[in-house]
């Protein structure tokens, strides 16, 4: 499934999870404590993957949908879970490799949050937070590498 196959509502949310249908603009970041003091290049360094989170949900529980960068992508398929204590939706997904593409084989398991939605908050824009794990080893690269994502909601 490429982005172009995943229908997305804009329209408003009804539920917690409806939020979650659409795009998101995706970054994760390479887990290295070390301060970057400022020093540009550093930051940079921290920058594991770039991309585009497209999501559909069928269904309170069910979640489709894509996730591309320039050059490649992944289909997506995963769950949608309340949180507890009145926190924001959790998504667990599975990202596979197209076949026939660079992707092919590849594999990547998602975890996220919606992000608290603060009462007081000026401008906030939806956030899932979460981590993300190479499932399955490629192009050199070892299963297991654990890497922070933050998406946030395009208008």
């Not at 939605?117 to 192009?139: E, F, L, T, Y």
Request: charged fraction near 15%; proline fraction near 8%; avoid cysteine.
């Amino acid at each position: 499934m490429s982005s172009a196959s995943v229908s997305a509502s804009v329209s408003a949310p009804s539920a917690p999870t409806d939020l979650l249908a659409g795009k998101w603009t995706y970054r994760s970041f390479n887990n290295d404590p070390t301060s970057v003091d400022g020093d540009p290049n550093k930051a940079l360094a921290l920058f594991f993957a770039e991309a585009v989170f497209t999501f559909a949900i069928p269904s309170t529980t069910t979640l489709i949908g894509a996730i591309d960068w320039s050059g490649g992508g992944l289909d997506l398929a995963g769950a949608v879970e309340p949180g507890g204590d009145g926190l924001g939706p959790i998504v667990t997904i599975t990202g596979t490799g197209r076949p026939g593409t660079d992707t092919d084989g590849w594999e990547y398991d998602y975890f996220g949050q919606l992000a608290h939605v603060w009462p007081n908050g000026v401008n906030q824009r939806p956030a899932i937070v979460g981590s993300v794990i190479r499932a399955k080893p490629h192009n050199g690269a070892p299963a297991g590498y654990v890497a922070s994502f933050v998406a946030v909601k395009q208008s």
